[in-house]
RNA sequence: GCGAUGUUGGUGAAGUGGUUAACACGGUAGAUUGUGGUUCUAUUAUGCGUCGGUUCGACUCCGAUACGUCGCC
């Protein structure tokens, strides 16, 4: 029997609600869920340093086996003593398999059964990835927590489709476990199956038989609208067993994490934030703000005056409007660093609200302070 | 003073005797969900220096005038 890298401890459960907190164990230290885990693509948090991400209260960052395989290549990293060493980040790390990077980035791509053929998004070169070598370059990049290589299949699509489609994914999984050389590092089973819900019940089932450290949920956030999402997160989380973390992939909007932790989620990752942030769109307790819009030219008050970052606490909305104006790297790396506390902060009130039972009022809160609910998004 | 030439939006500028004046930048908004740091979408001149004329119709042709640029005395 395996060592398991993680070792999940659930603390409290809501009592009307679904929600759980617990703290996850991992070679690098020990982290509280529901988080929600900024997103380090190219071995780094855009604009940030690791010492920034520990102070605005950051625990696990992601990392992408694509992208990283590309440049600078996994050797390359693994050669610097992995991902931890290569980039001076000592907390815990996930890595995404690249399954997703295929789907979003290749323009050109032939899934077999075997793997994918495609061109990489640089200079077109013909590449092959399959799920062996996707564990691979994870084990060589050695985040405490790996992804399955999986079809993230687009919406919408056909049951058939679709069913072809889990079934190859599942197939992946299984090809994943058995190339999986490392007992410091979890790998996590990822249920698709799109808006079927039968479908998305077998995908779990058969990853549960597999019996993974972890699961996430994905497929979603692809252009389905929120009824449909929420409703795949809960086909697929119903047959995962209670005592192991859940994942919900690329889900990173207010009303959207409340929702998933409602539903028993534990982990969340989203480019969303710093995303909008290099563009100019802050997160605040007060509803989005685009600092681009003229009315901010000469407005000197803090972005967010209930937000702790040091954004909030030294800058003012001009001065940020400016730099977003003039594409200037600091007004991009400050958004950065305010929607990513936004969130984690979030999270923290969200872990209180569990332990304290009192979930559902903070959830409450939020939707009525930034006016959600319904297809209103955040 | 004479000759040549030019005057189109916030900017750089296309353009044709005939419905809505190209394009780019800038401006103003919006988007963004297992990353696009430089992305995408929408919108942005009721007007082509001014005044007359020719014409069914003129930013486009003609004349005058203002201003600019270059050359000559």
New binding site residues.
Partial sequence: MKKEAIKFTIINTSSDTKARYAKMETPHGVVETPMFM?????AT???LSPEELYTIGSQVI?S?TY?CWLRPGHEIIKAAGGLHKFMNYNKPMLT??G???V???AKIRDIKEEGVYFKN?LNGDALFLSPELSIQIQNDLGADII??F?E?VPFPATYDYVKDSVERTLRWAKRGQEAHMRDDQALFG?V?GGKYSDLREYCAKELVKMNFPGY?I?????GEDKPTMYQMVEDGIRYLPIDKPRYL?????VD?IFAGVERGIDMF????P???A????AMTSMG?I?L????Y?ADFTALDPACDCECCLKYTKAYLRHLI?C?E?LG?RLL?IHNLRFLLHLMEEIRTSIKEDRFLELKETYYKKLDLGKEK?Y
């Avoid at 900024?38 to 190219?42: Q, S």
């Avoid at 290099?278 to 769109?281: F, I």
């Avoid at 681009?292 to 009315?295: F, W």
């Fill in positions: 900024p997103v380090g693509t190219l948090v855009k604009f992601l992408n992208h995404d398999s399954g997703f990077q789907f979003s980035l998004h992804m399955s999986d993230c990822i698709q996430s994905g497929g979603t956030s692809v992939m690329g889900v990173g909007t959207a990752d989203c480019v969303l710093t995303r909008i290099r563009h100019g769109t989005r685009n681009r819009n003229k009315q030219e104006k594409n790297g991009m950065s998004a």
